[in-house]
């Protein structure tokens, strides 16, 4: 069992940066691979970014490569997210997520463990 909570959002102009943060509970975490998905309004939950076991592989969605950036310390159970060049398209609820395959996945039903997840809010 994992339980999740994310912090870190909140609202910021075009083109500023943001880091978000999740804390993991349990002993357990670094067999599992981390997520970030996010959910804007009337939309469906979308992969953002994923990061293996140990954090020596990572993946993003084509629209975030290059201005975001995921990474995990398991010795404090956390998984971050920081976000640079943010757009007005970004803005969204992003949730933090695990998963037992531990290379990670791009797929919601991969993942069983979710965060309430954190409002990021972008205007232009």
């Known amino acids: 069992q994992v339980q999740l909570v994310e912090s870190g959002g909140g609202l910021v102009q075009a083109g500023d940066s943001l880091r978000l943060s999740c804390a993991a509970s349990g002993r357990t975490f670094s067999s599992y691979a981390m997520g970030w998905f996010r959910q804007a309004p009337g939309k469906e939950r979308e992969f953002v970014a994923t990061?293996?076991?140990?954090?020596?592989?990572?993946y993003y969605t084509d629209s975030v490569k290059g201005r975001f950036t995921i990474s995990r310390d398991n010795a404090k159970n956390t998984v971050h997210l920081q976000m640079n060049s943010l757009k007005p398209e970004d803005t969204a609820v992003y949730y933090c997520t695990a998963t037992s395959y531990s290379g990670g996945s791009t797929s919601v039903g991969d993942y069983a463990y979710w965060g309430q997840g954190t409002q990021v809010t972008v205007s232009s």
């Open positions: 990061i293996n076991w140990s954090g020596a592989r990572t």
